[in-house]
């Protein structure tokens, strides 16, 4: 019999590509504020606010097995302009999920974090997660919730996404020809493919040795951003115009994510994962084949 997964936040980038990828795995019970996206119409779907904690501990099966919590304002760059939302749904909508697993009996609970939790950037969002990783760590300590708090980074894939970032950089390269930075280009991340976040999200469910415990889930290798254009100016094999431009400070980390700080966290990486090369152009051929059927 298939254990059950409640994933709440299945409308979103994360939670449709888990959604996907677990169906074989577990039962999947998908719930978003707004209605099913997904490709696959036979999920049991609920359509349910994560603020809204009476709906949300209704939908949530007795006794569950996974409560998976993708839901969230994840865009940085939404930090100023949505701080007020972003706070209420990335604190209280967490609390409601933990009280929901509470009350429903709910045996674990993975919670999607960022990088920016362990970053003093990020304004509001890195607040909002720092502040809900603490929530979880504490309800595990007074109310026994195991947990798993992934602290994903970097995430790119060729399936559209308004927080693909990656994905979104190349279809402006393919469409425009032109690559708008603002920035120096020297800015390094560690990008990682998002069937490697699946596959590692994957381990971690399967082993109870992993649980209560934070995890880092970023690629293996680090690229500078001036780098990552020029790659995907030679994988597409045209010129591609690169601007970079002055702004305002930008909330983003420049080098690292990280800072001094109390709290410990443990990169994961898998055996094997997808060669960012290989990726970038899978995500390429995807932007492509769209342009085509359009």
């Known amino acids: 019999m298939k254990k059950t997964a409640f994933v709440l936040g299945a409308n979103g980038f994360l939670g449709r590509y888990f959604c996907e990828f677990f169906s074989d795995d577990f039962h999947v019970i998908a719930a978003d504020i707004s209605n099913s996206n997904l490709k696959d119409t036979s999920f049991e779907f609920k359509k349910v606010d994560a603020l809204d904690f009476l709906s949300l501990k209704e939908s949530v099966p007795e006794e569950c097995d996974v409560f ?31 009280e929901a697993c509470v009350s429903n009996r709910v045996k674990n609970y993975a919670y999607i ?29 007074k109310m026994g919730v195991n947990y798993l708090t992934l602290r994903v980074g970097s995430v790119y894939g060729p399936q559209p996404s308004h927080n693909n970032a ?17 920035g120096n280009g020297e800015e390094i991340r560690e990008y990682i493919h998002v ?40 994988t597409l094999g045209e010129p591609v115009k690169i601007k970079y431009v002055s702004g305002e400070k930008s909330l983003h980390y420049q080098y690292t994510p990280y800072t001094i700080k109390r709290d410990y966290c443990r990169k994961f990486i ?25």
């Not at 994905?167 to 425009?176: F, G, M, P, S, Y």
């Open 68 to 98: 998976l919590n993708f839901a969230g304002i994840s865009n940085v760059n939404d930090a100023q302009s949505k701080a007020s939302q972003m706070l209420q749904t990335n604190i209280v909508g967490n609390i409601n999920a933990l």
């Open 270 to 294: 898998l055996d094997s994962y997808v060669d960012f090369g290989e990726g970038i152009k899978d995500c390429i051929n995807s932007v492509l084949e769209k342009d085509h059927q359009s």
């Open 113 to 141: 974090s960022s990088v920016y939790a362990s970053s003093n950037s990020g304004s509001f969002y890195g607040i909002s997660k720092r502040c809900a990783e603490q929530i979880i760590e504490e309800y595990h300590k």
């Open 166 to 182: 990656l994905l979104n950089l190349i279809k402006r390269a393919v469409t425009d020809k032109e690559i708008t930075h603002i």
């Open 195 to 234: 069937n490697d976040v699946m596959q590692t999200i994957k381990v971690l469910l399967n082993d109870d040795k992993f649980y209560n415990s934070s995890y880092l889930i970023t690629g293996p290798e680090k690229i500078k951003r001036k780098d990552l254009f020029l790659m995907i100016e030679e």
